[in-house]
């Protein structure tokens, strides 16, 4: 398997910002996983998986890591009676596609989560009332301590969190859904998918949501809203106009301008309501897990 390096994660993140990766490789099967791993250990190089890059802030100076992107048999969904297995790379989309034309209900809240399979465990993503824990059975977990099935209990999934290890890759999925009719599925989707229309900068460069939100009634993005940055601009960095829980790329933005931005929604709330936000957007740098 080829080890490129000098990759520039802009081109795989959904901000569109990014330094390159010190090493990358695209495995696409599980022995070229266990390999690309074991290449890292060897090295003493972390390993850093990226799914779609929907919800990571790539540092401008580079990600001193192995960034691995899984590809093929690891991103393929096949589906057995209610339970559709998919590697870690699927996209929501198409794993969301194949449950419909089977007739397979669960996965709906995920339409307008832009992420993989492997992104979503690593996350607990979610949205309406729902997230992975809702449907995962169990996961295979690849690192350098050796691969094995994990249960979605063994994962420790709360709030946009979970408990996966610093540079496990989650190779494979599980997800146990429920028999619905394609047209109900279709309807909910549709649905779905307008309300986030009518609220979020869909037909913007972002990484979803930048803080989580905080316990209480008022959300992040209200909170900022609310601190006068809805449309506060920082170089190419911009906090959304429609949503201020959300950052745009809005011209050549760099990550450190989103950086800046956060900072400032940071203080300002902190300020205005004695809260301390806590990023949801996972910082990749040159200590790969944390700018
Ligand atoms: C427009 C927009 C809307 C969004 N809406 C939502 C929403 O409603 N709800 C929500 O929860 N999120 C939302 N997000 C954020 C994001 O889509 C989710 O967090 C998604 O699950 C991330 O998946 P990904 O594959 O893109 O992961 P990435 O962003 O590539 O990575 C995120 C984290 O997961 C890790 N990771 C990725 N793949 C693997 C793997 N195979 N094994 C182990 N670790 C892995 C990465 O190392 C990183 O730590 C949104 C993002 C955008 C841009």
Partial sequence: ??????????????????????????????????????????????????????????ADEGVDALVVRLEGELASVSIDADLLAAGGGATNAVCLHRARSAGLGGLEFACAIPGTAGGGVRMNAGAYGSDWSTILRRALVVSRAGSGWLEAAELGLSYRHSSLERGAVVARVEYRLTPRPPDEIKAEVADLVARRKATQPTNKRTFGSVFKNPPGEVGAGRMIELSGLKGHRIGGAVISPRHANFIENADAATSADCLLLMAEACRRVGEEFGIALEQEVVLLGSDPEGV
């Fill in 1 to 58: 398997m080829e080890i490129e390096t000098g990759v520039p994660l802009a081109r795989l993140t959904t901000i569109g910002t990014g330094g390159p990766a010190a090493a990358f490789a695209r495995p696409s099967t599980l022995a070229e996983l266990e390999e690309a791993v074991a290449w890292a250990a060897e090295r003493g190089m972390d390993v850093v998986t990226i799914g779609l890059g929907s919800n990571v802030l790539a």
